[in-house]
């Protein structure tokens, strides 16, 4: 992100490339490794594990499962700042997804025709955690608190090992998922913890649904596993991280530079954009951007991030908003002097934060919004992680012999205009009974008028 790029300028081919998230190299090859890790699991189960935990990881004899002593010891190990930190994050994420809760409906369509949409926790989930270079606890929170509060009987987390040992995996995760209710916690990653979930082994049994981010070995399994019928379902399709700031000449310059590299900083293939009306803050912001650079651990990430990031000029908000909506950004940040007037314009978005003192990192942790959302465009049409992703709904119908005569007909009437005979034919066979009940019915309905006026 060296240079701002005039939007007005722009033809519309210029203006595509402008928006166009980095290219995922190596496809073909990514999808033939993978589908090979996922069937080695698929055949040698936790022997398959161990074998790829020793050659992705270094680690001759990974057990796989983290004991309970493990998990005390490990979260023995944490600060007392750290564990509150942790504890404010959960109550808050717990009481925004607590909000939440579904609640089953009976809606009568017609007389006599009851329908129904009933909401049950989905048996099993298993959880996949990032680990390596930045562990990710707050994860953590943001899958196990809605699985906890759904009340999904089995509930697995997965997460790469730690080194020197398997069991050295960093102690706040255990502690979050300690918070959750976690049942068991498996050291592996990659394409092979993703087909472990989906398929089981002899120690993780089959789950029948995955969460959570991960690199795109992990991204690549999750949507391998959730096209095999026999595999799993996935929570959303999600690629590398992404910002995109609008603002106008009224923001904090070093705030935008914050932001930018906040999500810079997650990796490589990360993208972040700049979309502003003013040039002259654009040009302030970039020079934050070096500046905050020199101090960040993470800056050699950052800066192969801002290489295919972008700064875009454009004349006016109405022209910042059309923008940030074919763009359709992971993380939208508002920094204007008309942030509320410009909310409901957004369209495309999957989680915004507005005004100067919301950060994205403030929903990252601790705001209580989920951070699990979809990446790469996804959010167009696809939501940000809640509470009800992790229940299953169906629907109940129950019809009384009124109501089968109320709507009988029409179905007959539907089922012959499209050429299907069974179905008319379920219909009329319970009209003909009922037909033939009527006289019944009505010599009944005769009998007790006799009988009433007896007395």
């Not at 060296?2 to 999808?31: F, G, I, V, Y």
């Not at 040698?44 to 992705?56: E, I, N, T």
């Not at 942790?365 to 790469?376: E, R």
Request: glycine residues 6%; aromatic residues 6%; charged residues 15%.
């Amino acid at each position: 992100m060296t240079q701002c790029l005039n939007w007005q300028q722009l033809n519309a081919d210029e203006q595509a490339a402008a928006l166009a998230r980095p290219s995922l190299p190596d496809s073909a090859a990514l999808k033939t490794t993978v589908a090979g890790i996922i069937a080695e699991v698929r055949r040698d189960g936790d022997a398959a594990l161990k074998r790829l935990s020793a050659q992705f990881d270094g680690l001759a004899d990974n057990a796989l499962l983290l004991s309970k002593a493990q998990r005390t010891a490990l979260i023995a190990q944490l600060k007392p700042e750290r564990k509150a930190a942790i504890e404010l994050a959960y109550g808050n994420i717990r009481r925004f997804h607590a909000a939440q809760q579904p609640t089953d409906i009976q809606v009568e369509t017609t007389p006599g025709v009851f329908c129904e949409l009933r909401q049950r926790p989905i048996g099993s989930v298993g959880l996949y955690i990032p680990g390596g270079s930045a562990p990710l606890p707050s994860t953590v929170l943001m899958l196990g608190v809605p699985a906890q509060l759904a009340g999904c009987p089995r509930t697995v987390l997965v997460t790469p090992p730690g080194r020197p040992a398997a069991a050295d995996i960093a102690p706040e995760i255990v502690y979050a998922a300690e918070l959750c209710g976690i049942q068991q916690i498996f050291t592996i990653g990659g394409a092979q913890a993703i087909a472990a979930l989906a398929y089981g082994t002899e120690s993780i049994a089959k789950v029948d649904k995955i969460f959570g981010p991960g690199n795109r070995y992990v991204t690549e399994a999750k949507q391998q596993v959730s096209q095999d019928a026999a595999g799993a379902m996935i929570d959303m399709p999600a690629g590398p991280s992404e910002v995109l700031v609008l603002t106008d000449d009224s923001a904090n310059p070093a705030f935008v530079a914050a932001d930018l590299l906040s999500q810079a900083e997650h990796g490589p293939d990360s993208q972040v954009l700049l979309v502003s009306t003013s040039q002259s803050l654009i040009e302030r912001v970039l020079q934050q951007v070096e500046q905050q650079l020199k101090i960040l651990p993470r800056a050699d990430i950052a800066r192969q991030a801002l290489s295919h990031s972008r700064a875009i000029y454009t004349p006016d908000l109405a022209t910042a908003v059309a923008v940030t909506n074919a763009y359709a950004p992971e993380h939208l940040i508002v920094q204007t002097q008309d942030d509320e007037a410009l909310l409901p314009q957004f369209n495309s978005a999957a989680s915004i934060f507005v005004g100067p003192w919301t950060p994205e990192s403030a929903g990252d942790y601790a705001s209580g919004t989920n951070h699990v959302l979809p990446t790469y465009g996804y959010s167009r049409t696809a939501s940000s992680l809640s509470l009800t992703d992790f229940f299953r709904r169906f629907t109940v119908q129950k019809l009384t012999a009124a109501g089968m005569r109320a709507i009988g007909p029409a179905i007959v009437t539907l089922a012959e205009a499209e050429q299907l005979g069974a179905h008319a034919l379920a219909v009329s066979l319970r009209l003909q009974q009922l037909d033939l009940q009527q006289p019944d019915l009505q010599q009944q309905g005769s009998t007790q008028g006799e009988s009433l006026n007896e007395r």
